[in-house]
């Protein structure tokens, strides 16, 4: 999200969403069947659940002091920047021959914690503030990648699910220890 569109999803929320409540719980629920989809490979599905207005994005991060703390996160230079269709072509890609770098593919497993949900000026959609703990292990190491970070997401509701319509993810490293991102967050 630029700073224009993350002000302006700050400024659309109305109210929190009561945790335990139905629209709660089929909220975290959805977020937990995302997971569950990605940490299985089920790229294709994970797809269904897109926005075709999706706007998927991750900035970098620079460590700055205590006073420039707010000018950490920096949205002119990102590790991912996706669309729709760029999303999709990154799952063509991941399910076909050309994505040697998740081949053999990593093991996952997403966490996803601290959900607070609000309501937006649109009736269908919804600001979903999440932390995510992602662990990730390559080949036969014994080391794995332990990446985290908090989301801030806009899911719609299409009928009678949901549609994730755009996600920024504000990564809490500023230096990446993991080789790639070939996986998605």
Same mark, same amino acid.
């Given at each position: 999200?630029?700073?224009?569109?993350?002000?302006?999803?700050?400024?659309?929320?109305?109210?929190?969403?009561? &945790?335990?409540?139905?629209?709660?719980?089929?909220?975290?629920?959805?977020?937990?069947?995302?997971?569950?989809?990605?940490?299985?490979?089920?790229?294709?599905?994970?797809?269904?659940?897109?926005?075709?207005?999706?706007?998927?994005?991750?900035?970098?991060?620079?460590?700055?002091?205590?006073?420039?703390?707010?000018?950490?996160?920096?949205?002119?230079?990102?590790?991912?920047?996706?669309?729709?269709?760029?999303?999709?072509?990154?799952?063509?890609?991941?399910?076909?021959?050309?994505?040697?770098?998740?081949?053999?593919?990593?093991?996952?497993?997403?966490?996803?914690?601290?959900?607070?949900?609000?309501?937006?000026?649109?009736?269908?959609?919804?600001?979903? !503030?999440?932390?995510?703990?992602?662990?990730?292990?390559?080949?036969?190491?014994?080391?794995?990648?332990?990446?985290?970070? !908090?989301?801030?997401? &806009?899911?719609?509701?299409?009928?009678?699910?949901?549609?994730?319509?755009?996600?920024?993810?504000?990564?809490?490293?500023?230096?990446?220890?993991?080789?790639?991102?070939?996986?998605?967050?």
């Amino acid at each position: 999200m630029t700073h224009d569109v993350e002000q302006s999803v700050m400024d659309a929320m109305r109210a929190p969403v009561a &945790i335990g409540s139905e629209r709660y719980n089929t909220i975290l629920t959805f977020l937990y069947h995302e997971a569950s989809l990605l940490d299985n490979l089920k790229i294709s599905e994970w797809g269904n659940i897109l926005a075709t207005d999706l706007l998927y994005n991750i900035p970098i991060r620079h460590t700055r002091s205590s006073r420039d703390n707010a000018m950490s996160v920096v949205r002119t230079c990102q590790h991912m920047l996706d669309d729709y269709r760029s999303m999709l072509g990154r799952i063509m890609r991941l399910e076909g021959n050309s994505a040697w770098a998740e081949d053999p593919p990593s093991r996952v497993r997403r966490f996803i914690t601290n959900v607070l949900v609000y309501e937006t000026d649109k009736a269908d959609e919804f600001l979903v !503030v999440s932390n995510m703990l992602v662990t990730r292990n390559r080949f036969d190491d014994d080391q794995y990648d332990l990446i985290s970070g !908090v989301r801030t997401d &806009i899911l719609r509701l299409d009928e009678a699910s949901y549609k994730l319509a755009r996600r920024e993810i504000i990564l809490d490293q500023a230096v990446l220890g993991t080789p790639n991102l070939g996986i998605f967050l």
